[in-house]
């Protein structure tokens, strides 16, 4: 196994600080451990606990969501070797990861 990369996107930037898009973009090691950049005018980069610790802090209630970059390349769970990598990874981890913001109802 080997680290892997995300990015952070938010959709609503609830605090006027960081924008929406991708506002930082990070790796989470084999220990569990991430290394998070922030994007911007004033960029910075942190060390996390885990993933769990950087979303309850920036996930905003979910206005933030990971993307996963290498999904190709996560290791598959038994029996789902037909889905595709990124529905793999939430089925091994019971992570939800990038949702697209919701319609706006008529």
């Not at 802090?57 to 290791?75: F, I, K, N, P, Q």
């Amino acid at each position: 196994m080997k680290p892997q990369t995300f990015e952070l996107v938010r959709y609503t930037d609830i605090s006027g600080v960081s924008g929406t898009g991708v506002v930082a973009e990070g790796c989470v090691f084999t220990d569990g451990s991430v290394a998070l950049r922030w994007h911007g005018a004033n960029p910075s980069t942190a060390v996390w606990p885990d993933l769990d610790s950087i979303l309850a802090v920036h996930g905003h209630c979910g206005a933030t969501v990971v993307r996963w970059l290498d999904v190709s390349e996560m290791e598959p769970v038994p029996g789902t070797d037909l889905l595709p990598g990124e529905l793999t990874h939430i089925l091994a981890t019971g992570r939800r990861t990038h949702h697209p913001p919701a319609a706006a109802s008529a």
